[in-house]
């Protein structure tokens, strides 16, 4: 488990990357960083038939569960993707809220899975395994 600094240090820098800032990503409590993340379906987010991009929904359910997984990791640990199952649902209409959580199913020593859901007004909209190598940092 990380200390609180370190926790808080790797939280804002997902928060930083300009990407998830362009995108308005924002947490779903910011006193919980592992609960999910919330983005609107905004201009940035959309496709050519203003729907929500799926690129996007893929990119962001890993970003939750990284967010899941960080509380898991110590201070000496970071996470990489190194598989990335999504099922894109149904399609997400402009200006809708997204919310995006995930759940860690397990973490070993070396690898952790979690799974991810997009929810639309409380609908499953698409939903991700997501497998993580952990690596050492230094």
């Known amino acids: 488990m990380p200390s609180d600094d370190v926790l808080a240090t790797r939280v804002q820098a997902v928060l930083d990357i300009p990407l998830h800032r362009f995108l308005g990503m924002q947490l779903r409590d910011p006193a919980e960083p592992s609960a999910g993340i919330w983005f609107p379906v905004a201009g940035p987010a959309q496709n050519q038939a203003a729907v929500l991009h799926g690129g996007v929904v893929y990119t962001l359910l890993d970003v939750a569960s990284f967010l899941a997984l ?32 995930g759940t860690v199913l397990r973490r070993g020593r070396a690898v952790a899975f979690m799974r991810a859901e997009t929810t639309v007004d409380g609908e499953v909209v698409a939903a991700a395994q997501v497998t993580k190598s952990v690596v050492r940092l230094g």
């Open 70 to 101: 960080l509380p898991r990791l110590g201070d000496d640990e970071h996470a990489v993707t190194h598989d990335l199952t999504v099922q894109l649902l149904r399609p997400v209409a402009a200006d809708k809220r997204v919310d995006i959580t």
